[in-house]
C-alpha cells in the first residue's frame, strides 16, 4: 500500500490533481473539436474552452438582488468538492496516498456534495428556470446513483475492495483477457457517465432552449468568476468520469511506481485514453438526439439493469468457477 | 483492583442516570406549579430538563467508556416482583442518545416556551407529560426486567400521547392522538406476549434469567417475530408506519424533535436488547426478514416524504425512512453474524447504532428548526415559505447543516454510517448462499437509490424554505429566533459535524455494546493512526473525514482568497433574468410540489393521488393536490373494516334488557368457576 | 476464480452473459421489428455457445447443431417473422410495456430464482458447463414472463421461440447436447410451428381484425353472463 509519511508522493498527489484542473478544458474542446467536424464546421480550436475559462475569471460578477450569500458560496463549494473528487481518480499514477483519504463510495459522495450545492444554488435566486433545472437534475441523479454504485459493487466484489488503487492493481494483476461482469458494468458506468455530465441524450450543454435544459437552467443566473467556476467544475467532472472509466477498465499504461519514464508514459496513455473516450463521446452526440426527460427514467434504467446484470454475472458465472 | 474500579464507577454512572430520572421528575412537577405561574416551564421547567439529559449523557459517556455493568433493585413495584435497574453499555450508549437530544431541547424549550405562555393550552399539561415522557425514556433503558420495561414503555407511550393531544382543539390532532394510543397499545401488547415467550423458558422476569434461557429455535423465532412486530410498530416501520406522520408532527416542535429524534430509538434500543441480547440465539433468516423490511422502510418513507408539503410530515416521513435505514445495518448484522461471519456482522451492529446517533442528531436538530420556522412564522406549509435563509440566516445555515447529514453527504456525519453499512453490504462475498449474495447488493442499490431520493427531498425542503423567495407576507415578515434556540440548533449542528469527522473516535466509544451482545469487537480499525478510518483493512477501504474536511476548506479558501484580487474582485448587484419579459415575481419560483413532480410521476404507482383544480368564488383556480398513503388502503381500511364488522356481529348481544346482561354474567362466572375448579 | 480458467470457457461465460442479455432486450423491446433483430441475435449466441461446447469437447455433432440452430434461429425463423409482419403489415407497430422497469425488475428476480433453484444441482455437478445452467433456466423463465406480459401475437411467438433457446442451450449446457435425432424432431417441430403460428395469424386477423391476444378473453368454460 502507499506509503502516507513521505513527501514525494504527496507532491504528486498535489500535480496530479492540478494537472486534472488543467487537462479539464483540454477535454471539453477536444469533444467539440470532434463534434464539430462531425457536423462538417471547422470549429473553434481546443484551447477555446481555456481562453473562454480566461475571459470569465477577468469579468466581474453579477449577483441578484435577491440572491442570499449561499449562491456566493456554492461556485466554490462546488468547485472544491468536484475537483477534490477529482484529485482521487489515479490519473497518470496508481498507489498514491490519495486512496487512503477516500474510495470510491466517498468519490460518489463528495459529487453529490457538489450536485446538492448546485441544485440549491439554482434554487436561491427565485426564477422559474433554477428550480427547474434543480428539479430535474435530483431526479436524473436519484435515478442514476444506485446503477452506479451498482456498478462500482460489481467491481469491488470482484476485488474485494472499493479502494481505486486496489482495484486498478487488481485489474493488472489479472491474466484475462474479458470478464463479462466488467462488460456489463462498463456499459452501464458509459451511459451514467453521459447522465451524469450532462451530455447528449440526457441534457445538452450547449443549449440555452427553456424546455429542455438541466445543468444550463441551475447556472443561469451566474456570471463571471462564479460561472466560471461553475463551468470549470463541469469539465472536471467531464475529466473525471473519463479517468475512471479509463483507468478502472483499461488500466494498462498507468504508471505504477515513481520512476520518470512510467510518470511519462502514464501521461501519454491517460491522454490517449482520454482522447480516445472524448471522440466515442462526440460521436456518440451526433449520433443521438436528445431525449425528452420522462424518457431520461427509461434511459437509466437501462443503466440500472445492465449495471445488473454485471452484479448477477459476477455471482451466477463467474464465482465458484 | 481494576475491576473493583470499574464497579464504582459504573455504580457512579447508574447513580447520574437516577438523578437524570429525578431531574425529569423534578421538571414535571415543577411545570405543575406552572399553571399559576406560567413563565415557571421557561424559567425552571425547562432547564431541568436540560440537566436531566446532561446527567443522561455524562451516565451514558460512563458507562461506554468503562464499559462495564452494574445494577441496583429498586425500593418499588410489586413484593414478588422488584424492578430492578442496570446500566451497561448498550444502555449506555441510548443514555448518550436521549442526553444530547434532551439537552438542546431542554435549551430550546427556554425560548420555545414563551409563545406557549400565552395560548389557550395549558402550559402545565406540556411540561408535565414532557418530564413524564423524558422518565419513561430513560427507565425503559434502564429496565432489567420485563416487568420493568414495560411499565416504563406503557409511561412513555401515555405520556406522548397526552403530548400529541396537546393542541386538541384541531380535529386531525385528536384523530392523531387517538391513532397514535391505538398503535402504542397494540405494540404494547405484542412487546408483553414477547416477554411472555422469553419468561415461559426463563420463569423469572428479570433480563438475567430471560438472557439464560434455552428457547428451541421454533420458540425463538416466535420471540423474534412478536419482538419485531411490537418494536418495529413503534418505530414505524412500513407498512406499520401509519401512525407516525400523523402523531409526530401533531405535537409542539420540541415534542416531536423528542419524539422523532429519540422516541423511535428507545424502539431500536427494544429490539437490540430483546433480539440480541435476551433472545440470543441468532438465526440468518431473521436478518432476511428485516433486511427486507428495512429496505422497504426506507424506500417507501423517503418516496412519501418527498411528496409531502408540509415540513413537519417531511421530517415525520423521514424518520421512518431513517429507521429503514438502522434496520437494513440491523438486518445485516443478524445475517453475518448467525452465517459465522463475526466481523461484519460486528461492523453493522455498530453501523446500525451509529446511524441511530446520527439520526437522533441531525432530526433533532431539522425538527427543532422547523419549529423555530414555526415559531417565527406560524407557518409549516413549504409552499408559504422561501427565503428566510435572509431573514433567520443562523437557523437556515444550521437547517442547512442537518439537512447535508441526512443526506449522508461528506464530510457530515450521516454519511459515515451510510459508508460503513455500504462497505459492510460490500462483504457480502464472504457469504456461502448465492442468493444472498445477490440479494443484498440490491438491497444497497435500494439504499443507494434511498441517499440520493434523500438528497432531492432535502434540496427541496432547504430550497423552498430557505432559498428564493417569500411566497407569502407572513413569511416575508418571519422575526429572528431567541438566542436560546439558536444555541440549541448550534449545539447539535457542531455534534453533526464532529460525530461526521471523528469517526474512529465515536466507533472507539460504540465498540464496547458490539463485545457485550456478540462478544467480539474490532481489529485495530486504524491501522494508520486516528485520521484514516479503515473498518475492514486498509487495502479494502479507507476513508478520512478530517483530511477531506480539511482539502475542502483549504480548496474553497484559496480558491475564494485568489480571485478576490483587483478588478476581479467586484461583485455588481442586479435584477435577476427575467427573459426581458415582466420582473420575476415569488409566484413564479417553483412550488415544492413542483419540485417533486418529476419523482412523483417515476415513481407513481406507489401513491394514490387525488388531483383537483377547483373554481374559487372571486373566480381563481385553485390547484389541490394531494398524495395518500397506499398502505391506509391496502392495509388499514380492510383490517379496521373486518374490526368494525366483527363489533357488529358483537353488538347483537347487546340486546337492552337488564335480565339478558344478567344471564350473561352468569354464564361467565360459571364458567369461570368451572376453568378454575 | 475466473482467472485460473482455460481460455475458451471464458469466451463460454461472456456468450452465456449476452444470451441472458438478450432476453432481456427481447423482454422491453417495443418494436417489433427491433424485437425480431434480437430473437436473430439470441439465436446466433445460442449457436456460437453450441460452437464453443462443441470446439471443447471435440464432439463433432455439436458442431453440427450449431450451425443448425444458426441456420435456423438467427436466419430462417426470423427471416419468416419479417416476412409475415410486413405481410400483415405491423411491421411499425409498436406496444410497450405498461410498466417497463416493474418487468425488467421481475426478470431480475427470475433470474435470482433460477440461479437458486439450480444451486443444489450445480453443487454436485462439476462439468464444464455447469454454471449454464441457470442462465438457460432463467432464458426459459423471462421468455414464459414476455408470453404473460405481452399483448401483440407476434410478440408472443417470439417469447415462446426464445423459450425454446433457453431449453437448447440448457440441454447444451447441461448433458452436452441431445442425441441428434431428437435435435433434429425439435428443430423440424419448430420449424413446423412456425409456419402454423404463420398460419395461424391471419386466421386470427381475419376473424377478430387484430393481433391483440387480450382479445381472445373468452377462453372459459362457463358461459359469459349477460347479452
Known amino acids: 500500500m502507499a506509503d502516507l509519511v513521505t513527501p514525494w508522493p504527496w507532491a504528486l498527489v498535489i500535480a496530479q490533481g492540478f494537472l486534472c484542473a488543467a487537462l479539464a478544458p483540454w477535454l471539453v474542446g477536444w469533444v467539440r473539436l470532434i ?229 511519462t508514459l502514464g501521461l501519454v496513455a491517460i491522454v490517449v485514453k482520454l482522447a480516445l473516450l472524448g471522440a466515442a463521446l462526440a460521436i456518440a452526440e451526433t449520433v443521438l438526439a436528445k431525449m425528452r426527460l420522462f424518457r431520461v427514467p427509461d434511459y437509466l434504467n437501462l443503466a440500472l439493469l445492465l449495471a445488473l446484470l454485471g452484479l448477477l454475472i459476477h455471482v451466477i458465472l463467474e464465482v465458484g468457477t | 483492583m481494576a475491576a473493583e474500579g470499574r464497579l464504582v464507577t459504573m455504580s457512579t454512572a447508574l447513580a447520574l442516570a437516577m438523578s437524570a430520572i429525578f ?398 453499512t455500504f462497505q459492510v453490504a460490500l462483504q457480502a462475498w464472504q457469504l456461502e448462499s448465492g442468493v444472498l449474495r445477490t440479494l443484498i447488493p440490491i438491497a444497497a442499490a435500494v439504499l443507494a437509490l434511498t441517499a440520493a431520493l434523500v438528497a432531492a427531498c432535502f434540496v427541496k425542503a432547504f430550497g423552498i424554505a430557505f432559498l428564493g423567495q417569500a411566497r407569502s407576507r407572513h413569511v416575508r415578515r418571519a422575526r429572528p429566533e431567541p438566542v436560546t434556540m439558536r444555541l440549541a440548533l448550534g449545539l447539535l449542528a457542531f455534534t453533526c459535524l464532529a460525530l461526521g469527522v471523528l469517526p474512529t473516535l465515536v466507533i472507539g466509544l460504540i465498540e464496547p455494546i458490539a463485545i457485550q451482545l456478540l462478544g467480539q469487537g474490532l481489529p485495530p480499525m486504524t491501522d494508520r493512526g486516528w485520521l484514516w478510518f479503515t473498518p475492514v483493512s486498509a487495502e479494502t477501504a479507507s476513508y478520512s473525514a478530517p ?83 397506499r398502505t391506509w388502503d391496502l392495509l388499514y381500511r380492510p383490517i379496521a373494516r373486518s374490526v368494525e364488522a366483527a363489533a357488529r356481529r358483537v353488538s347483537h348481544l347487546q340486546s337492552g334488557h337488564v335480565r339478558a346482561y344478567l344471564g350473561w354474567t352468569l354464564a361467565t362466572l360459571l364458567v369461570l368457576l368451572w376453568l378454575i375448579s | 476464480m475466473l482467472a485460473q480458467v482455460p481460455i475458451l470457457q471464458q469466451w463460454l461465460l461472456l456468450l452465456a452473459a449476452f444470451v441472458l442479455f438478450s432476453s432481456f432486450v427481447l423482454l422491453a423491446q417495443a418494436r417489433l421489428v427491433s424485437a425480431i433483430h434480437a430473437f436473430a441475435w439470441q439465436g446466433g449466441l445460442v449457436a456460437a455457445v453450441t460452437l464453443v461446447v462443441a470446439l471443447a469437447e471435440q464432439s463433432s455433432h455439436l458442431y453440427f447443431s450449431a450451425l443448425l440452430t444458426l441456420v435456423l434461429k438467427a436466419l430462417l425463423i426470423p427471416w419468416m417473422l419479417h416476412r409475415l409482419t410486413r405481410r400483415l403489415r405491423i411491421e411499425r407497430e409498436t406496444e410497450s410495456l405498461r410498466r417497463p422497469a416493474l418487468a425488467i425488475m421481475a426478470a431480475v428476480a427470475l433470474v435470482i430464482f433460477s440461479y437458486w433453484l439450480v444451486l443444489p444441482m450445480v453443487e454436485q455437478d462439476l462439468t464444464f458447463t455447469r454454471n449454464l445452467v441457470a442462465i438457460s433456466l432463467a432464458v426459459v423463465l423471462i421468455g414464459l414472463l414476455m408470453m404473460v406480459l405481452r399483448q401483440q401475437a407476434v410478440a408472443q411467438v417470439l417469447g415462446f421461440m426464445s423459450i425454446e433457446n433457453g431449453l437448447f442451450l440448457a440441454a447444451v449446457s447441461a448433458t452436452g447436447g441431445m442425441p441428434l435425432i431428437v435435435e433434429l424432431g425439435v428443430a423440424f417441430d419448430v420449424l413446423v410451428a412456425m409456419v402454423l403460428f404463420g398460419i395461424f395469424f391471419f386466421q386470427i386477423r381475419d376473424s377478430i381484425d387484430s393481433l391483440d391476444v387480450d382479445r381472445l378473453n373468452r377462453l372459459t368454460e362457463t358461459p359469459e353472463e349477460g347479452p
Not at chain 2, 429498586?74 to 413484593?79: N, Q
Open chain 1, 35 to 263: 463534434k464539430a467536424r462531425l457536423q462538417n464546421r471547422r470549429g473553434p480550436s481546443v484551447w477555446q474552452a481555456y481562453r473562454d475559462l480566461y475571459k470569465l475569471f477577468a469579468k466581474e460578477a453579477r449577483v441578484a438582488h435577491t440572491a442570499s450569500p449561499l449562491f456566493r458560496l456554492a461556485p466554490y463549494l462546488v468547485f472544491a468538492a468536484t475537483w477534490l473528487a477529482a484529485a482521487i481518480v489515479p490519473l497518470v499514477v496508481v498507489n498514491l496516498p490519495t486512496a487512503a483519504i477516500a474510495d470510491m463510495i466517498v468519490l460518489v459522495g463528495l459529487l453529490a456534495l457538489a450536485r446538492v450545492f448546485l441544485a440549491l444554488a439554482g434554487m436561491d435566486v427565485g426564477t422559474a428556470f433554477g428550480g427547474q433545472g434543480a428539479s430535474r437534475e435530483m431526479l436524473i441523479a436519484a435515478l442514476a446513483e444506485p446503477a452506479l454504485l451498482v456498478a462500482i459493487f460489481t467491481l469491488a466484489m470482484t476485488a474485494h475492495s472499493t479502494n481505486l488503487a486496489s482495484v486498478i492493481d487488481y485489474q493488472l494483476a489479472a491474466d484475462i483477457i474479458v470478464r463479462p461482469s466488467f462488460l456489463f458494468a462498463l456499459g452501464g458506468l458509459l451511459l451514467l457517465a453521459i447522465a451524469e455530465t450532462g451530455r447528449i441524450p440526457v441534457d445538452n450543454p450547449s443549449t440555452h432552449l427553456e424546455l429542455t435544459m438541466v445543468h444550463e437552467a441551475m447556472i443561469l443566473e451566474y456570471s463571471g468568476r462564479h460561472l466560471a467556476l461553475m463551468e470549470w467544475a463541469a469539465q472536471i467532472k467531464l475529466l473525471l468520469y473519463g479517468a475512471l472509466i479509463a483507468n478502472l477498465f483499461v488500466p494498462w499504461g498507468i504508471a505504477t511506481d515513481l520512476s520518470v519514464t512510467g510518470l
Open chain 2, 23 to 420: 431531574c425529569a421528575l423534578g421538571s414535571a412537577a415543577v411545570a405543575l406549579a406552572a399553571s399559576w405561574r406560567p413563565a415557571l416551564l421557561r424559567l425552571l421547567a425547562m432547564p431541568l430538563l436540560g440537566v436531566a439529559g446532561l446527567a443522561a449523557l455524562a451516565a451514558g459517556l460512563g458507562a461506554l467508556i468503562v464499559a462495564g455493568t452494574a445494577t441496583t433493585q429498586l425500593p418499588l413495584g410489586l413484593p414478588w416482583l422488584p424492578w430492578h435497574i442496570a446500566i451497561d453499555p448498550l444502555a449506555g450508549f441510548f443514555l448518550v442518545v436521549i442526553g444530547i437530544v434532551t439537552v438542546a431541547v431542554g435549551c430550546y424549550g427556554v425560548g420555545y416556551a414563551r409563545s406557549l405562555e400565552h395560548g389557550r393550552d395549558s402550559v402545565a399539561v406540556l411540561g408535565g407529560f414532557t418530564g413524564l415522557f423524558l422518565t419513561g425514556m430513560l427507565l425503559v433503558v434502564l429496565a432489567a426486567d420485563a416487568f420493568l420495561f414495560l411499565v416504563s414503555w406503557e409511561l412513555m407511550s401515555l405520556s406522548s400521547y397526552f403530548l400529541v393531544a396537546f393542541q386538541h382543539d384541531q380535529a386531525a390532532n385528536r384523530r392523531a392522538a387517538f391513532l397514535y394510543l391505538l398503535m402504542a397499545h397494540l405494540s404494547g401488547l405484542t412487546i408483553l406476549l414477547g416477554f411472555g415467550v422469553l419468561a415461559a423458558f426463563g420463569g423469572a422476569f428479570d433480563f438475567g434469567s430471560l438472557r439464560v434461557a434455552e428457547l428451541t429455535p421454533l420458540w425463538a423465532s416466535l420471540a423474534f417475530t412478536l419482538a419485531l412486530l411490537g418494536f418495529g410498530l413503534k418505530a414505524g416501520l412500513v407498512p406499520l408506519h401509519a401512525w407516525l406522520p400523523e402523531a409526530h408532527p401533531a405535537a409542539p416542535s420540541h415534542i416531536s424533535a423528542l419524539m422523532s429524534a429519540v422516541m423511535l430509538k428507545v424502539a431500536v434500543y427494544g429490539f437490540i436488547r430483546v433480539v440480541f441480547d435476551l433472545v440470543g440465539d441468532l438465526q440468518w433468516q431473521w436478518g432476511v426478514v428485516v433486511l427486507i423490511l428495512g429496505s422497504l422502510s426506507a424506500l417507501v418513507g423517503i418516496l412519501y416524504a418527498l411528496v409531502q408539503t408540509d415540513l413537519k410530515r417531511l421530517l415525520a416521513y423521514s424518520s421512518v425512512e431513517n429507521l429503514g435505514v438502522i434496520f437494513v445495518a440491523l438486518g445485516l448484522s443478524l445475517l453475518f453474524y448467525a452465517g459465522g461471519h463475526s466481523l461484519p456482522g460486528t461492523l453493522a451492529l455498530i453501523a446500525a447504532l451509529y446511524h441511530t446517533l446520527n439520526h437522533a442528531v441531525f432530526k433533532g436538530l431539522l425538527f427543532l428548526g422547523a419549529g423555530a420556522i414555526l415559531h417565527s412564522t406560524h407557518e409549516r406549509d413549504l409552499e408559504q415559505m422561501g427565503g428566510l435563509l435572509r431573514r433567520m440566516p443562523w437557523t437556515g445555515w444550521f437547517f442547512l447543516v442537518g439537512s447535508l447529514s441526512i443526506a449522508a453527504l461528506p464530510p457530515f456525519n450521516g454519511f459515515v454510517s451510510e459508508w460503513l
Open chain 2, 547 to 629: 483530511l477531506v474536511l480539511l482539502v475542502l476548506v483549504l480548496l474553497v479558501t484559496l480558491v475564494f482568497w485568489g480571485l478576490q484580487w483587483g478588478s476581479v474582485g467586484r461583485i455588481r448587484r442586479c435584477d435577476a433574468w427575467d427573459c426581458g419579459l415582466a420582473p420575476p415575481s415569488p409566484r413564479m419560483q417553483y412550488s415544492a410540489t413542483a419540485f417533486a413532480h418529476p419523482l412523483r410521476r417515476v415513481f407513481a404507482p406507489l401513491f394514490r393521488i387525488d388531483e383537483s383544480v377547483e373554481q374559487q368564488e372571486d373566480g381563481r383556480l385553485r390547484y389541490r393536490l394531494q398524495a395518500v398513503d
